[in-house]
């Protein structure tokens, strides 16, 4: 019923930005956190960022934190992930999920649906 459709990804020069987009159909999920997850070659799924129901609060991995801004719009039912100063460990498939409540959590298992994943590859 719900359906998570990303875009934006892509290759981009070690230092450049990129941005994320996903865009929800079948239901509304203003009253969801969202969050966005990346997973590189070999190892596991990762925690990058969350947004709180109504975008008030947000929280990062320290490993991209003061890089990457997560942002939503209710109205148009997407969530982006501004990443900026990309760095080669960045490079991974990057998914967007729905939270199952209105607040922000980490664990995968905290999410009940999933984008079919967005590459993003960042070259040295």
């Known amino acids: 019923q719900v359906q998570l459709v990303e875009s934006g990804g892509g290759l981009v020069q070690a230092g450049g930005s990129l941005r994320l987009s996903c865009a929800a159909s079948?239901?509304?999920?203003?009253?969801?956190?969202m969050g966005w997850f990346r997973q590189a070659p070999g190892k596991e799924r990762e925690f990058v960022a969350a947004?709180?129901?109504?975008?008030?609060?947000?929280y990062y991995a320290d490993s991209v934190k003061g890089r990457f801004t997560i942002s939503r719009d209710n109205a148009k039912n997407t969530v982006y992930l501004q990443m900026n100063s990309l760095k080669p460990e960045d490079t991974a498939v990057y998914y967007c999920a729905r939270g199952r409540y209105g607040t922000i959590s980490m664990p995968p298992v905290e999410y009940d649906y999933w984008g079919q994943g967005a590459q993003v590859t960042v070259s040295s």
């Open positions: 947004i709180s129901w109504s975008g008030g609060n947000t």
């Open positions: 079948g239901r509304t999920f203003s009253s969801h956190a």
